[in-house]
């Protein structure tokens, strides 16, 4: 008979353990909000003024929807504001595209990375000039933690 109740005892406890891991591998990064970076433009320009990128999230389950909005190019140019596609995330992992067209061609960044807190931290992958191979930027993003309650 002690031998069942100990039995039974190490079975339940490997359940609760089980469903513990199980439940913590299920939990996604919150990335419900507004995030922003600055990166220095491409080229030589050593003067070139860095260009912030506000990125607007919404999370529903796995799947990511949310804007990109960046500079225009040229002084007087409006922000651009585009909408994310292909929008994940998995864990602390996220992942979406940007398609954008300039003079008449379409091109799309993917961006990847992984949520710690209030930061993302990953790679964006651009088109390679003239049809040159993609290229791999580094890309921090941090959340505008003023707006969260």
Not at 25 to 48: E, I, L
Not at 87 to 102: A, M, N, Q, W
């Amino acid at each position: 008979m002690r031998t069942q109740t100990v039995l039974a005892s190490i079975i339940t406890c490997a359940v609760l353990a089980l469903g513990s891991v199980a439940q913590a591998a299920d939990k996604k990064a919150d990335v419900t909000g507004t995030w922003s970076w600055t990166q220095q433009p491409r080229g030589n320009n050593a003067n070139a003024t860095p260009r912030k990128s506000t990125l607007k999230l919404k999370a529903e389950g796995e799947k990511v929807t949310g804007t990109l909005s960046q500079p225009g190019r040229g002084a007087d140019a409006a922000p651009r504001e585009t909408e994310i596609s292909d929008g994940k995330i998995k864990g602390d992992d996220i992942s979406f595209s940007v398609k954008r067209e300039f003079n008449g061609n379409a091109f799309v960044t993917k961006y990847a990375g992984k949520v710690e807190g209030d930061a993302i931290k990953g790679k964006m992958e651009v088109p390679g000039r003239d049809g040159g191979e993609p290229r791999s930027i580094d890309w921090e993003a941090k959340r505008d933690t003023a707006e969260k309650k």
